[in-house]
């Protein structure tokens, strides 16, 4: 047969099989049953809801997804940077946005598959009191950024931990656990809290301090806060008031002369309130009183050198070890009847010497003079022959 020859084909009657119809072969009860099995192969799909889908391709720019649904759907490939190894067979979360755009095509979701997702494993974190893991992101005015399940969520500064924390920038790119404590949707608000999962760890730790506590008992702690007054100290979830005339047997005017914040100190029980919760401690009670090792070689009439450390209406004290105080009473300033206010003579931090008038080792009381320094103006010769009381005429 040559190249130009047309190959004849046998007779057949298009107009009689065409009026016999096509699948005519097939029973109406038959083609139901086809089309019952096919629409079973095919997933019920609803619009704005997250489906499971199946990769069975991957382009330049887009990742096809087989949900069961009569078409396959398109994503951008942009929504899987963080699957670098995403491959044929892989079944990934994505949202159904819609059935079928203009052009006939499933659209799909993987990133707002991703949003919905984390919310409602939030809303169950919040509902089950679960505990999860966070990733630090960011610090923030008044706390810190923490990412769960891809949702930013806010971690106040006071439910980082039970004791202050001053520096935030430390937990900066770490991972943490936390509990959601409280979410709002309409501001997609979440507030999440670290502080919950040590307090619950605490509480045995706290009631065992409790039961075992006694007077006298030396115990280690951690400075968490500061006061003119005192300082708070965390004892192992069990708070104490170290008070600042407690702290040293010298005078200081404010504890941080000698303590600082988050320091290790050990400390002694010198009383506590069962129902209120309330200890108080102390520090220089686990030395030896200073008055104990004042030396014997000081008597009355010994001669001491110091620092005034306060000055009051009726005189001034002089501190000549730390501990260790003598009143300088106004009256034993100077010889002059014109001296009445101390702060003309004295003022705080002035070093002095001075001279032991009276010493109670016992009771730890001692009383000084500045005027026995020099001698009595009165008992000088020259004014006893230039004053000298004329007898009677």
């Not at 506590?272 to 401690?281: G, V």
């Not at 931090?349 to 001698?375: C, F, W, Y």
Request: charged share 30%; glycine share 8%.
């Amino acid at each position: 047969m040559s190249k130009t020859q047309k190959r004849e084909l046998p007779d057949f009657d298009w107009d009689r099989a065409d009026n016999k119809g096509f699948g005519s072969g097939y029973s109406a009860d038959e083609r139901s049953r086809m089309e019952q099995l096919y629409d079973n192969t095919l997933s019920q799909v609803n619009e704005k809801e997250v489906v499971t889908g199946t990769v069975v391709g991957i382009t330049d720019r887009e990742v096809i997804l087989n949900i069961g649904f009569k078409s396959d759907g398109l994503v951008p490939v942009s929504e899987f940077r963080d699957m670098p190894d995403l491959k044929m067979g892989d079944e990934i979360e994505v949202y159904v946005e819609n059935q079928e755009d203009p052009n006939g095509q499933l659209v799909l979701s993987r990133k707002k598959a991703k949003v919905i997702t984390a919310w409602q494993k939030i809303q169950k974190a919040l509902d089950e009191d679960l505990v999860i893991d966070g990733f630090v992101k960011r610090r923030t005015k008044g706390g810190l950024i923490v990412d769960i399940y891809g949702i930013e969520a806010f971690l106040p500064g006071s439910q980082i931990d039970v004791k202050p924390i001053r520096d935030f920038d430390i937990f900066v790119g770490k991972k943490m656990e936390v509990k959601v404590v409280k979410i709002n949707y309409a501001n997609d608000n979440v507030v999440v809290s670290h502080k919950v999962l040590i307090e619950k760890d605490l509480e045995a730790q706290r009631a065992q301090i409790l039961n075992n506590l006694e007077k006298g008992q030396v115990l280690e702690g951690v400075i968490k806060n500061m006061t003119n007054f005192g300082v708070f100290i965390d004892l192992g979830g069990v708070d104490g008031l170290l008070h600042i005339t407690d702290i040293s047997w010298g005078r200081i005017n404010h504890p941080s002369e000698v303590l600082h914040l988050d320091q290790k100190v050990n400390v002694v029980v010198l009383d506590f309130d069962e129902d209120k919760k309330r200890i108080s401690l102390g520090m220089k009670q686990l030395q030896a009183h200073p008055w104990d090792a004042l030396s014997e070689d000081i008597q009355v009439g010994s001669r001491v050198k110091g620092k005034i450390v306060n000055v009051a209406d009726y005189g001034a004290f002089l501190e000549i070890m730390p501990g260790v105080e003598g009143l300088i009473h106004v009256s034993e300033m100077s010889w002059s009847q014109h001296l009445r206010n101390p702060q003309e003579f004295l003022k705080v931090g002035d070093e002095v010497e001075a001279v032991v008038l009276t010493l109670d080792r016992n009771d730890r009381k001692m009383s000084l003079g500045i005027k026995q320094l020099t001698e009595d103006p009165w008992t000088r010769p020259e004014l006893r022959t230039k004053y000298a009381v004329q007898g009677a005429s």
